[in-house]
Nanobody, 127 residues
Framework: QVQVVESGGGLVQPGDSLRLSCIAS????????MGWFRQAPGKERELVSG????????YYADSVKGRFSISRDNGANTVYLQMNGLNAADTAVYYC????????????????????WGQGTQVTVSA
C-alpha cells in the first residue's frame, strides 16, 4: 500500500527557514507529479508548489515565489520543500500529494485530482 509521509514542520520565528520532506513509499516516484499543499485554519487547502515527474517543471504560488524551492530525489522517493523567509501567513498544515499522470494541467490546483495524500505536518511561524 502506498504511503506518503511528511516531516520537517515545526515552530519557527519570522524570517527563519524550514525544509519539509515527503517520502512516498511503494510507488514509482518518477511516474508521479508531486504537490505541496497547505491549509490554514478556516481556509481552503491551496497548492503551494508542484514538481513534474522528472523535476524539470516546477510551480509556485505567487505568495511563495522567491522564498520556497521544491526539489525531488526519485531514487529516494522523496520530495523536498525548502522554505525561506517564513512569515506568519505561512502558518498552516502542509500536505504532500501524489498524482500519477503523463501531463500537467490546471487540474493540479485541485486537491481532488491527486491519488495519494500524506497526513500533514504543522508549520507555525510566530514571534
Amino acid at each position: 500500500q502506498v504511503q506518503v509521509v511528511e516531516s520537517g514542520g515545526g515552530l519557527v520565528q519570522p524570517g527563519d527557514s524550514l525544509r519539509l520532506s515527503c517520502i512516498a513509499s511503494r510507488l514509482t516516484s518518477n511516474m508521479y507529479f508531486m504537490g505541496w499543499f497547505r491549509q490554514a485554519p478556516g481556509k481552503e487547502r491551496e497548492l503551494v508548489s508542484g514538481i513534474s515527474k522528472g523535476g524539470g517543471t516546477t510551480y509556485y504560488a505567487d505568495s511563495v515565489k522567491g522564498r520556497f524551492s521544491i526539489s525531488r530525489d526519485n531514487g529516494a522517493n522523496t520530495v523536498y520543500l525548502q522554505m525561506n523567509g517564513l512569515n506568519a501567513a505561512d502558518t498552516a498544515v502542509y500536505y504532500c500529494a501524489a498524482k500519477r499522470t503523463q501531463t500537467i494541467t490546471t487540474d493540479a490546483y485541485a486537491p481532488d485530482w491527486y491519488d495519494y495524500w500524506g497526513q500533514g505536518t504543522q508549520v507555525t511561524v510566530s514571534a
